[in-house]
DNA sequence: CCAGAATACTTGCAAAATGCAAGTGGAGTT
DNA sequence: AACTCCACTTGCATTTTGCAAGTATTCTGG
C-alpha cells in the first residue's frame, strides 16, 4: 500500500517559473511588454531579435493560457488586436528588472546606462513604480481608443 | 556611404539574460546550484525533471563558457568532476529569488511556504545573504576534500 | 463601391534541437 | 582480474524551430 509516489513536477516554484520564462522568446515578449509599451502582433514582429511569425502566434497563445496576457480587440481599429499584461505579468517586474541589473552588470556591451542599475539599488520600489506607471499609461492611452 | 545597420542583437540587457535563462535547463541548473547546493553530473541527473545525459552534458559545457560554471576535479574522488557556481552565477540569486517569490504566488500547488516570500520581501539582503553561506559551506567543505 | 494595402495569423517543409537507449573509457574497489 | 561507478558520447526517432508563402478579414483612397 505504498503511497504513489508522482514525479515531482509541481510545487517547485523556480520549476514554475522555468516553464513560463525558461523560454528565449517568452522572455522577450515579456520585455516587450512590459518595459517597451508593444502591445500588437506587428510591433512584437519588429523587435530586433527577428521573431518568426508562427513562433510568435504559438508564444503569445502559451502566454494568454498561462495568464500572462489577455487578447482583446484594438479600441482604435477593428481589424488589429491588442496583447495586455496581466496582473500576473506586471507583478513579473521586479524578477525583470533584477535580471536586467545583473546582466547589466555583466554584459560588457550591454546599453543600459549603469545609473540604471544604481537607481534600482537604492529604490528598487520606486524604480518598479515607474514601470508600472509607464504600463498604465500606454493600457489606459489604448482602452480609451 | 549609411553607416551599415548591424542587426540589433547585442546591448540589450534582457536578451541578454534570456541568452542564459530563457533555456529551462539552464534555468534549473542554476536552481540546483545556487539554491540545492548540486556541484556534480550525477547529482544533476537525478532532479526530479529527469534531464537526459546528453543535454546536460550540452548546458555544463554551455554554463562554463558562459562564465557561470567552473568544472574542476573533484577533491574527494579523483575519478569525479565538481562544477563550482561563479560569482557571476552567485550574483544572480537575487533574480532568481525574486522569480521564485513572484512563481510562490502564482503557482497553486507551490511547495515554497508564505513565511519565504514574506521574508525576503522584509528582508531580501538577509535572504539572499543566507543563500550565500549556504553556497560557501558546500564549497569550503567540497575543496577541502 | 472597388482595388490595393494592412493586420493577424496559418500552412508546408527543411533544418536543428531534443529525448531516449545504449555504449565508451578511465578510476576505484574487491 | 572482474566489477562498479562516474562522466560523458553516440545513434536514431521524434519534436521544435525557422523561413517562405498563403489566407481571411478589415481598413483606405479614388
Redesign the interface.
Known amino acids: 500500500m505504498a503511497k504513489q509516489e508522482k ?13 513560463i ?8 515578449l515579456l ?1 516587450d511588454v512590459l ?1 517597451h509599451g508593444k502591445r500588437t502582433y506587428r510591433e512584437f514582429l519588429g523587435s ?3 521573431i518568426s511569425t508562427n513562433i510568435l502566434a504559438n508564444r503569445l497563445a502559451k502566454l494568454e493560457t498561462l ?1 500572462m496576457l489577455t487578447r482583446e480587440p484594438d479600441p482604435r481599429k477593428a481589424s488589429s488586436v491588442c496583447y495586455f499584461p496581466t496582473k ?1 505579468a506586471r ?2 517586474l ?3 528588472i ?10 560588457e ?4 546606462p549603469a545609473s540604471f542599475a544604481k537607481s534600482f539599488g537604492e529604490d528598487p520600489k520606486g524604480t518598479i513604480a515607474w514601470y508600472e506607471t509607464e504600463i498604465d499609461r500606454v493600457d489606459q492611452a489604448l482602452r480609451a481608443g
Request: hydrophobic share 40%.
Open positions: 514525479p515531482d513536477w509541481n510545487g517547485c516554484p523556480t520549476r514554475y517559473a522555468a516553464g520564462v525558461g523560454d528565449k522568446w517568452c522572455f522577450l520585455r518595459l530586433p531579435e527577428g495568464g500576473k507583478d513579473f521586479p524578477a525583470l533584477s535580471m536586467m541589473v545583473w546582466a547589466t552588470r555583466y554584459d556591451v550591454t546599453e543600459a
